[in-house]
């Protein structure tokens, strides 16, 4: 029960980081900010949601079901370690591109 209710809560909470990201992609005003709420809400999300999968997994206490969430939990490390990186790698070339970051100039408004 306990586990049933854990997994259901990591779940839930990384749905809730992807609509937190898309929005984020769809609101904020230029491409490194919207790749910054695409990588941190992948990223998150992605492990939260791998972590119900795995706690789920560990209800029936068994060989099969370990090498499972184990194997659940390796992809949530393979995408916490390649997601930023990717993000970061977008980012530098699209700075490398001559793309501006949005900012304020005098007098406050937008460039």
Do not use: C
């Not at 230029?30 to 999968?53: C, E």
């Not at 029936?60 to 992809?75: Q, T």
């Amino acid at each position: 029960m306990i586990l049933n209710l854990l997994s259901v809560v990591l779940i839930v909470a990384g749905l809730v980081f992807f609509f937190g990201a898309s929005v984020g992609v769809l609101r904020f005003p230029d491409f490194y900010t919207r790749m910054h709420a695409a990588g941190k809400g992948d990223s998150l999300s992605s492990v939260l949601i791998l972590a119900g999968f795995a706690v789920q997994q560990l209800h029936d206490l068994s060989l099969g079901s370990l090498l499972v969430a184990a194997k659940l939990m390796a992809i949530g490390v393979f995408i916490a370690l390649t997601s930023p990186t990717s993000t970061h790698a977008l980012m530098e070339a699209g700075y490398d591109d001559g793309m501006k970051p949005w900012g304020h100039g005098k007098g406050g408004e937008s460039q």
